[in-house]
């Protein structure tokens, strides 16, 4: 199995910066992805930024410019580098890792969310 821990929450003024972790451990012998999420209060989930095992980000439009994800391969840790926040930012954040353990077992694991709120 997969297990991620996440750091880096809380909260901040609007026009700061913000850096999310999130390291993964287990069994594992590759990750295929990892990516934030977040789910503003009274909607659903939404995708922020993915990137692949060979580098490639994507990024949802509300964060292009201002929010940039990041791995530590040596770590299997993924960050996520908040500047320029807003309060439309306001949000649970969750981690995703898609990876295969040696068994060459898939799983696609959520972390337990991590709060930010952006003040105005």
């Known amino acids: 199995q997969v297990q991620l821990v996440e750091s880096g929450g809380g909260l901040v003024q609007a026009g700061g910066s913000r850096r999310l972790s999130c390291a993964a451990s287990?069994?594992?012998?590759?990750?295929?992805?990892m990516g934030w999420y977040r789910q503003p209060p009274g909607k659903q989930r939404e995708v922020v930024a993915v990137?692949?095992?060979?580098?490639?980000?994507i990024y949802a439009d509300s964060v292009k410019g201002r929010f940039t994800i990041s791995k530590d391969n040596a770590k299997n840790t993924v960050y996520l580098q908040m500047d320029s926040l807003k309060p439309e930012d306001t949000a649970v954040y969750y981690c995703?890792?898609?990876?295969?353990?040696?068994?060459?077992?898939?799983?696609?694991?959520w972390g337990q969310g991590t709060q930010v709120t952006v003040s105005s």
């Open positions: 995703n890792v898609f990876a295969r353990d040696w068994g060459y077992r898939e799983y696609d694991t």
């Open positions: 990137i692949t095992r060979d580098g490639t980000t």
């Open positions: 287990g069994s594992i012998f590759r990750i295929n992805r």
